[in-house]
């Protein structure tokens, strides 16, 4: 989690007040609007995340044949986002009565935040990097899933999960229980020569990585599928704005939740740089702002079980189908309708496709909406 900012290296490590010119800035109002704003959102991100996600995990592991690595990254995804969801009421106590919990779970706890919001922005990158993949690979090669691609997938994820707990190291290392207004913070704790610069670093190397990155990867990636969606051929229009609105609402929705967030955090930057804030007022409006943005910010891992499963409608196929097998084991009565196929948008060759459409366990080239 973050905390707030502050102008001088003494203070760098101080959860709450900062010291101005004219005297101390009480930020007691500030606390104040977080044991009641926090602890709500926290809690409806919670249970709707948890939903999403738990459901995601649960038919992809028992109902879904993982066949593309983009299977395998929205699985993945959904591990970390209902892993950072489950930090979510520590927070929300802290929020309302100090952290109690002692300095490890301090430490566990903010690293598991830190990391697995950072997996899940770089799963979204990886996401768009295999849609752009299968729309413009070789139309004339079969990509299978045997040990081999599998393998492939898991360093894929392996190297993901690495770069994110990397990144959730300081948080690991500096996370600390401090005692400050009669309560206990959880809150990093650098030492006081390196505080200035490790913190302005650390706020600039996420910004770049948890945002600018992934942002500019889905961008390109989706730009470029997008066009080829487009110019398919022998599809109807209605299913390629279909596909077209899809990838705009991702990109839409990615940049809606995290540009505010990373804004502020941008801000935070250039403030512990180059002392920026020296109103009060002002720094008070920046960590409401700082709390307002980031709880947006993890609006997504809510959002995302819509974007990037419920929208398909094989997903959903897959979902109706076990909901069935349910019903039967519970003794109803399954009903007869025909269920409705997942729609994909081909992009090989017409005697291409043809020959590939009996093939199960094929990587095609296709966009599924």
Known sequence: MEDFDYPDDEDMNDTYDSFYD??????????????????????????????GNALVVVVYTSRVRVRTLTDVCILNLAISDLLLLLTLPFWAADAVHGWRLGPAACKVTSFLYSTNFSCGMLMLA???????RAVTQNPAGRTGTGSRVRRQWLLVCLVLWGVASFLGLPDLIFSTVKHSHHRMACTASYPVSMARPAKAALELLEVTLRFLLPFAVMVVCYSLVGRALSQAA????????RALRVLLAVVAVFLLTQLPYNVVKLCRAMDVIYMLVTDCELSKGLDRALQVTESLALAHACVNPLLYAFMGSSFRGNVLKAAKHLGQRLGRHPTHGAEQPAVEIALNSPTQTHSQSGSEDQDTSTFTI
């Open 126 to 132: 990886c996401i768009s990097v295999d849609r752009y």
């Open 234 to 241: 022998g599809v109807q229009r209605a299913r390629k704005w």
């Open 22 to 51: 004219h005297g101390v800035c009480d930020k007691e109002a500030v606390r104040a609007f977080a044991g009641v704003f926090l602890p709500v959102i926290y809690g409806v991100a919670l249970v709707l995340g948890l939903a």
